[in-house]
């Protein structure tokens, strides 16, 4: 069975803080991951995604990648109330070409 | 940038009746998926397609059928509707390889 697992939060950080979302995944042949944000009532919207090991960075957004460990985190720097949203984490399978998706993480910025 | 159109924002249909949800690209991407995505549940594929008139069953085809004439439309059928056929209903599309874009979401309520 493919997974691909969250926390499902709430997740509750204070404003100008740093948050962190973490993601596993079990299958190890994965090569790229996506992270969507989901405002309440709205669809997903691609935010980041990483395909090598390490850090990718985007404006406040960092997308980090261990495939020894089977983990992708998101870090969202200087958070503002407006990144309060359920973040997804999508695991791409090469053996069947199709996204795995976590539940979500949700993310509540307190001002 | 890539635009992902569902025909309607909400739609309240009656128990029996045959429910059309529509879906337009205009990127000419290969591949379109449907979701539906409950509280608590997360996103369940129900059906994609890969090719005009190629059809795969995703996870939850069940009371679901799927229509795929021209590249840039895919259509998503109920043809018996039910009241647990209730929830918000995603359509999406890429290219071979990821990322998914998805549209506004449908969200249909059967009473």
């Known amino acids: 069975q493919k997974e691909v697992e969250q926390n499902s939060g709430p997740l509750s950080v204070p404003e100008g803080a740093i948050a962190s979302l973490n993601c596993t995944y079990s299958?190890?042949?994965?090569?790229?991951f996506f992270w969507y944000r989901q405002y309440s009532g709205k669809s997903p919207e691609l935010i980041m995604f990483i395909y090598s090991n390490g850090d990718k960075e985007d404006g406040r957004f960092t997308a980090q990648l261990n495939k020894a460990s089977q983990y992708v985190s998101l870090l969202i720097r200087d958070s503002q109330p407006s990144d309060s949203a359920t973040y997804l984490c999508?695991?791409?399978?090469?053996?069947?070409?199709?996204?795995?998706w976590g539940a979500g993480t949700k993310l509540i910025i307190k001002p | 940038d890539v635009k992902v159109t569902q025909s309607s924002r909400y739609l309240v249909k009656r128990t029996g009746e045959k429910v059309f949800l529509e879906c337009v690209q205009d990127?000419?991407?290969?591949?379109m998926f449907w979701y539906r995505q409950d509280p608590g549940l997360g996103l369940r594929l129900i059906y994609f397609s890969y090719d005009v008139k190629m059809k795969e069953k995703g996870d939850i085809p069940e009371g679901y059928s799927v229509s795929r004439e021209k590249k840039e439309r895919f259509s998503l059928i109920l043809e018996s509707a039910s009241t647990n056929q209730t929830s918000m209903y995603l359509c999406?599309?890429?290219?071979?390889?990821?990322?998914?874009?998805f549209g506004n979401g449908t969200r249909l309520t059967v009473t």
């Open positions: 990127m000419d991407h290969e591949n």
């Open positions: 299958d190890r042949g994965s090569q790229s």
């Open positions: 999406a599309s890429r290219r071979d390889n990821p990322p998914l874009h």
């Open positions: 999508a695991v791409f399978m090469d053996s069947n070409y199709q996204l795995i």
